[in-house]
């Protein structure tokens, strides 16, 4: 027993005033995965397989290689401050979870032994430090080489 069935698609912008409608007319035969496969394929552009065994696709192997670009985390390479976890309070008492984070300003210090500026990322507690101290002390507590910059 075989059926038929019709298919029709509306073709066309209906701003522009020019409509197409597209039909097709195709049969099905009672348990035939490759009649199915076929419908499938005017349809979706997919063709239904009736081999059910899996083979994954073959693995090719190239040179390359991706770059990984360091991520700047906000943390102070000099005081090692951090984010603080915290609670946001609303008026009905209600905590839900927050992240504090640290003030880091990107900033242009003189270095007075390299007679240079250095650009560094740093924490308005350590430029207080960094003014009160000195930049080569507060850098070297801390194990920052401050040549590589």
């Not at 210090?109 to 002390?137: P, Q």
Request: hydrophobic share 40%; proline share 3%; net charge positive.
């Amino acid at each position: 027993m075989a059926a038929s069935a019709t298919l029709g698609v509306f073709l066309g912008n209906a701003s522009s005033g020019r409509v197409c409608f597209l039909k097709t007319t195709f049969s099905l035969k009672p348990n035939s995965v490759s009649d199915l496969g076929f419908v499938a394929s005017n349809l979706s552009g997919l063709k239904i397989s009736d081999d059910l065994s899996f083979r994954p696709l073959k693995h090719i192997s190239t040179n390359f290689t991706p770059t990984l670009q360091p991520v700047a985390r906000r943390v102070c390479p000099f005081t090692g401050k951090k984010a603080n976890k915290a609670n946001k309070v609303s008026f009905s008492n209600h905590k839900t979870k927050k992240l504090q984070f640290v003030n880091l300003q990107y900033k242009k210090i003189w270095w007075e032994a390299g007679k240079r500026f250095v650009k560094l990322r740093l924490s308005t507690k350590a430029l207080k430090t960094i003014e009160k101290n000195g930049l080569d002390a507060v850098a070297k507590k801390a194990g920052i080489d401050l040549r590589k910059e």
